[in-house]
């Protein structure tokens, strides 16, 4: 829809005078009511992205599609999210691929599964376990809700990650976002082809001494953990300085290749 004007049922983004984001789905006959005044859907409706349409107030509030990280940001929940300054590096760090064939436990509200359908695309496979199903069921919406509806090539699986291991399935990538990665290391790595790059997401530098260990146990190579820590900038004609908050911990990133 990049190019196209709004149409009924799909998000918006709409950016008020002091950059807050407010993600709303457009109904014809709808209005977005907000401190700054309610605004008609039908002013929106029609127009195309970058518009700038005003409250019943006055107020301009400008008008785009939502990116990923918007709609991570605003998504229902089930479990805690893996936010967008981590979606980013883990992608790239497990070198995640057009037409990869990926398995994810566990789903939780689906950001980084969102994430891997986007990165693989329709030519590539997302299997994703989550042992929860209320937790598979807000992915479910969350999933249908941005693509429009669940994406082909993508199989939500309810169960136990280790399950994988009877199905003769084989990965060029695992993502883990699991408190215990080593307890199903064993069934993960028999289905990562050789080369294939495990990546696990985790809060706690014990989760981490325990995972790094396991997988050099299980003779994982190029074994790395990191972090990301996010620090946005305040820039003005006369001011250039770091903002006083920034994003800092939220979870490390471990990587490693298995070795035949």
Same mark, same amino acid.
């Given at each position: 829809?990049?190019?196209?004007?709004?149409?009924?049922?799909?998000?918006?983004?709409?950016?008020?005078?002091?950059?807050?984001?407010?993600?709303?789905?457009?109904?014809?006959?709808?209005?977005?009511?907000?401190?700054?005044?309610?605004?008609?859907?039908?002013?929106?409706?029609?127009?195309?992205?970058?518009?700038?349409?005003?409250?019943?107030?006055?107020?301009?509030?400008?008008?785009?599609?939502?990116?990923?990280?918007?709609?991570?940001?605003?998504?229902?929940?089930?479990?805690?999210?893996?936010?967008?300054?981590?979606?980013?590096?883990?992608?790239?760090?497990?070198?995640?691929?057009?037409?990869?064939?990926?398995?994810?436990?566990?789903?939780?509200?689906?950001?980084?599964?969102?994430?891997?359908?986007?990165?693989?695309?329709?030519?590539?496979?997302?299997?994703?376990? %989550?042992?929860? =199903?209320?937790?598979? !069921?807000?992915?479910?919406?969350?999933? @249908?809700? $941005?693509?429009?509806? #669940?994406?082909? +090539?993508?199989?939500?699986?309810?169960?136990?990650?280790?399950?994988?291991?009877?199905?003769?399935?084989?990965?060029?990538?695992?993502?883990?976002?699991?408190?215990?990665?080593?307890?199903?290391?064993?069934?993960?790595?028999?289905?990562?082809?050789?080369?294939?790059?495990?990546?696990?997401?985790?809060?706690?530098?014990?989760?981490?001494? %325990?995972?790094? =260990?396991?997988?050099? !146990?299980?003779?994982?190579?190029?074994? @790395?953990? $990191?972090?990301?820590? #996010?620090?946005? +900038?305040?820039?003005?004609?006369?001011?250039?300085?770091?903002?006083?908050?920034?994003?800092?911990?939220?979870g490390f990133v471990t990587v490693g290749r298995k070795t035949a």
């Amino acid at each position: 829809m990049n190019g196209e004007p709004f149409r009924a049922g799909e998000r918006v983004v709409l950016l008020d005078e002091r950059g807050r984001r407010y993600l709303v789905r457009l109904e014809p006959g709808g209005t977005f009511h907000y401190h700054g005044g309610a605004l008609p859907h039908d002013l929106v409706l029609g127009s195309e992205e970058g518009t700038t349409v005003h409250s019943t107030t006055g107020a301009s509030l400008l008008c785009f599609r939502p990116r990923l990280a918007d709609f991570v940001l605003k998504m229902g929940r089930g479990a805690q999210v893996i936010y967008p300054k981590d979606l980013g590096p883990l992608l790239i760090s497990a070198d995640v691929f057009p037409g990869a064939r990926v398995i994810e436990a566990g789903t939780g509200s689906g950001a980084l599964t969102l994430a891997l359908c986007r990165a693989v695309g329709p030519e590539g496979r997302v299997v994703s376990y %989550e042992r929860r =199903a209320d937790f598979l !069921d807000v992915a479910r919406r969350n999933a @249908e809700d $941005f693509f429009g509806k #669940l994406p082909a +090539w993508l199989d939500l699986r309810h169960g136990d990650v280790r399950e994988v291991a009877s199905t003769g399935e084989t990965f060029q990538r695992a993502l883990l976002d699991l408190p215990e990665p080593r307890a199903v290391l064993d069934e993960v790595a028999a289905a990562l082809i050789p080369g294939g790059i495990l990546a696990t997401y985790l809060p706690s530098t014990g989760q981490v001494q %325990e995972t790094v =260990a396991a997988m050099r !146990d299980a003779r994982f190579a190029e074994v @790395e953990t $990191f972090e990301v820590l #996010l620090r946005t +900038w305040h820039v003005e004609p006369r001011s250039v300085r770091p903002d006083h908050r920034m994003v800092a911990h939220t979870g490390f990133v471990t990587v490693g290749r298995k070795t035949a």
